[in-house]
T-cell receptor
Framework: SAVISQKPSRDICQRGTSLTIQCQVDSQVTMMFWYRQQPGQSLTLIATANQGSEATYESGFVIDKFPISRPNLTFSTLTVSNMSPEDSSIYLC???????????FGDGTRLSIL | AQSVTQLGSHVSVSEGALVLLRCNYSSSVPPYLFWYVQYPNQGLQLLLKYTSAATLVKGINGFEAEFKKSETSFHLTKPSAHMSDAAEYFCAVTMNTGFQKLVFGTGTRLLVSP
């Protein structure tokens, strides 16, 4: 399976600031996704990152808060904007080689907002 | 709409004992089903997947799961627990139409005692 690298692995940020998380894959992949895992909870899909076009957001998530880029088939970024303590979570990138292939996850970015 | 229910937020077993983690799904169309494992401070690792082939699916690390349509279940088992199996386990479902939105269960933490 693809090797997925997420940066940073963790960060502590001040409220009101923004952080951009990077997801790099060692091979071209068809699909890339961003998830949020709040403390002690399961994963929730934020959006599907579409190459060369706007991301597709799930209910409850908006582009102004979580802008996403995907300039090519191996790279995507998620920005968490105007952060508040409620944004403290693990943010995970996942990829799939095709529409009928399972998703594989990066190690996540552990974000704490003070 | 699809959903997944994992019974038991925590399961405790002794080393060498049978591991049984329960997952029931709800789907209006034939599903694809997955089990993922999350070790501390890591992302999710795919254990196994059901994609409408054999109903008994074998995965990594000695785990297996059986798809039972009549019971809408996809329970995860391992004959003999090892200390290294202690982790969080997530069941997930998606439609088998090629759209990759994964819906996760709330997770089950497996505790293994010596």
């Amino acid at each position: 399976s693809a090797v997925i690298s997420q940066k940073p692995s963790r960060d502590i940020c001040q409220r009101g600031t923004s952080l951009t998380i990077q997801c790099q894959v060692d091979s071209q992949v068809t699909m890339m996704f961003w998830y949020r895992q709040q403390p002690g909870q399961s994963l929730t899909l934020i959006a599907t990152a579409n190459q060369g076009s706007e991301a597709t957001y799930e209910s409850g998530f908006v582009i102004d808060k979580f802008p996403i880029s995907r300039p090519n088939l191996t790279f995507s970024t998620l920005t968490v904007s105007n952060m508040s303590p409620e944004d403290s979570s693990i943010y995970l990138c996942s990829v799939a080689q095709g529409v009928d292939q399972p998703q594989h996850f990066g190690d996540g970015t552990r974000l704490s907002i003070l | 709409a699809q959903s997944v229910t994992q019974l038991g937020s925590h399961v405790s077993v002794s080393e060498g004992a049978l591991v049984l983690l329960r997952c029931n799904y709800s789907s209006s169309v034939p599903p694809y089903l997955f089990w993922y494992v999350q070790y501390p401070n890591q992302g999710l690792q795919l254990l196994l997947k059901y994609t409408s082939a054999a109903t008994l699916v074998k995965g990594i690390n000695g785990f297996e799961a059986e798809f039972k349509k009549s019971e809408t279940s996809f329970h995860l088992t391992k004959p003999s627990a090892h200390m290294s199996d202690a982790a969080e386990y997530f069941c997930a479902v998606t439609m088998n139409t090629g759209f990759q939105k994964l819906v996760f269960g709330t997770g089950t933490r497996l505790l293994v005692s010596p």
